[in-house]
């Protein structure tokens, strides 16, 4: 049946958009990554294959992507302004973790991956100093 | 977007817009991320100075801060997270401006303009 409202309906959807987090937060996800891309310039430092160097330096560059994805969710979604009381230096440590994935991306120097290995363990300890693990994580089977 | 704007609301664009409209206005755009198509408000137009956490940045000549109205309290109430606007996204180039809102001409007990906010 025809109905004039028909006409006069919206053809398009638009979105307030806001986030639906699922609340669970590690650090661990972008020290998986980091590590990923420490172990990829450790073995191309013992290979030099050039098929397996495009491979190698193809992975690293997506595998430290994902790792700055999980740092920018912890920053943007987990920490919280009243964070800052217990993490003064929080938004620094971000933005030299954030700038150091960036330098592995584009680096073949294991120094490299190993320092930004070394700032995710600061943002581990600062996620740990503000209850992280104890809010954020499903606690596991007990033997 | 509430109260300014209720889900299920009709709404007109004005899609001949060429540049930001004024601070307060209710603007679609395509999000720079994402490409979703989303509905905020300008905060701060091309020039304007936008304060942060610590310190502030002057947007560019082609620029917008563009917020969502939502406040924290309610959406955390509702069950989301914080909005996504450019808190997360930063300034939003024209481009991806795609029109203002102006005119809600549904539901019925709602109809009328749409007027510029905080």
């Given at each position: 049946?025809?109905?004039?409202?028909?006409?006069?309906?919206?053809?398009?959807?638009?979105?307030?958009?806001?986030?639906?987090?699922?609340?669970?937060?590690?650090?661990?996800?972008?020290r998986i990554e980091a590590e990923s891309c420490y172990k990829i310039i450790e073995k191309m430092g013992q290979n030099s294959d050039p098929t397996f160097t495009a491979r190698a330096i193809d992975i690293k560059e997506e595998r430290a992507?994902?790792?700055?994805?999980?740092?920018?969710v912890l920053w943007h979604d987990y920490f919280k302004p009243e964070h800052l009381e217990?993490?003064?230096?929080?938004?620094?440590?971000?933005?030299?973790?954030?700038?150091?994935?960036?330098?592995?991306?584009?680096?073949t120097d294991l120094a490299d991956a190993k320092k930004l290995l070394d700032l995710i363990d600061e943002v581990?300890?600062?996620?740990?100093?503000?209850?992280?693990?104890e809010k954020t994580r499903v606690a596991r089977q007990t033997a | 977007?509430?109260?300014?704007?209720?889900?299920?609301?009709?709404?007109?664009?004005d899609p001949t817009t060429?540049?930001?409209?004024?601070?307060?206005?209710?603007?679609?755009?395509?999000?720079?991320?994402?490409?979703?198509?989303?509905?905020?408000?300008v905060a701060?137009?091309?020039?304007e100075r936008v304060a942060l956490d610590e310190g502030h940045l002057v947007l560019g000549p082609d620029e917008a801060w563009l917020l969502s109205d939502a406040a924290?309290?309610?959406?955390?109430?509702?069950?989301?997270?914080?909005?996504?606007?450019?808190?997360?996204?930063?300034?939003v180039p024209l481009d991806c401006l795609v029109g203002r809102a102006w005119f809600r001409y549904a539901p019925l007990h709602r109809i009328g303009r749409i007027r510029p906010g905080r």
């Open positions: 049946m025809f109905r004039f409202s028909d006409i006069l309906a919206p053809k398009t959807t638009v979105r307030a958009h806001c986030d639906l987090p699922c609340g669970v937060y590690d650090p661990e996800q972008a992507d994902l790792a700055k994805h999980h740092l920018d217990k993490v003064p230096n929080l938004h620094e440590l971000f933005w030299n973790a954030a700038k150091q994935v960036s330098k592995v991306k584009a680096s581990d300890a600062a996620w740990r100093a503000t209850g992280g693990a | 977007m509430r109260p300014a704007i209720e889900p299920g609301d009709w709404l007109l664009l060429h540049r930001w409209p004024r601070r307060g206005a209710v603007v679609v755009i395509r999000e720079p991320d994402s490409d979703v198509l989303a509905i905020k408000r701060a137009g091309p020039g924290d309290a309610e959406l955390i109430a509702a069950g989301l997270g914080r909005p996504v606007d450019s808190r997360r996204y930063g300034p």
